[in-house]
Structure formats: structure tokens, C-alpha cells
């Protein structure tokens, strides 16, 4: 079985910082893509950004210069570095991997963590 936890989420004021972490844990032969999507209140998921496993990132216009995503391959685990946040960037802020599993190493599935909430007020 294969698990992802997000952490780091919490209350900062406009204009602060914030760094989120997630791991996939479990029984894994690789781990693909991984990537940061978030969802507001009364609004559709967003994606964030995605890292594929040789690095590649791509940001949604909304976060570019903003946010950076990092990932360390060895240790299944992506970070995501929110800087001069708004308080339209308050949202359950949810990882996502693409999974080989040891048990099944035909076929890939995404593996969803439940989220961390990023609120962004004064």
C-alpha cells in the first residue's frame, strides 16, 4: 500500500512565507510525477505545479515567481516554497504522486494525500 501525507500548513499573514512537504510512503518502486494542487472554498481543484521525476517544473500563471517545488527522487518527497502570499492563495493545499508500486509494477496509479490548509489573512 502506498500512502502520501502533506505537512506544514498553517496561518500567515499577507506578504509571508510558507514551505509544505509530502511524502509517499509505502511499498514503492518509483515514483513518476508529483505534484501540489489546491482547493478553495466553493471552488474547483487548481493545479499548483508538477514535477516529473527528471526535475521538469511547470507553475500555474498564478504562482510563477511566487512558489518553487522542489523534489528529492531518493526520498519520494516534494516541497513547495510559497513566498509574498496573498490571501487569495488560502486553500486545502493537496499532493498528488504517480506510483509504481512493488506489488503491481505493470501499471502506475495516482495516489492522493488529504491535504494541509494554507489560510493567507491579516
Known amino acids: 500500500q502506498v500512502q502520501v501525507v502533506e505537512s506544514g500548513g498553517g496561518l500567515v499573514l499577507p506578504g509571508g512565507s510558507l514551505r509544505l512537504s509530502c511524502a509517499a510512503s509505502g511499498s ?37 515567481g511566487r512558489f518553487t517545488a522542489n523534489r ?13 502570499l496573498k490571501p487569495e492563495d488560502t486553500a486545502v493545499y493537496l499532493c498528488n504522486a504517480v506510483v509504481v508500486s512493488n506489488t503491481d509494477r505493470q501499471r502506475a496509479m495516482t495516489v492522493w494525500g488529504k491535504g494541509t490548509l494554507v489560510t493567507v489573512s491579516s
Open 28 to 64: 514503492i518502486f518509483r515514483v513518476n510525477t508529483m505534484a501540489w494542487y489546491r482547493q478553495a472554498p466553493e471552488k474547483q481543484r487548481e493545479l499548483v505545479a508538477t514535477v516529473s521525476r527528471d526535475g521538469t517544473t511547470n507553475y500555474a500563471d498564478s504562482v510563477k
Open 72 to 84: 528529492h527522487n531518493a526520498e519520494n518527497t516534494l516541497s513547495l516554497q510559497m513566498d509574498m
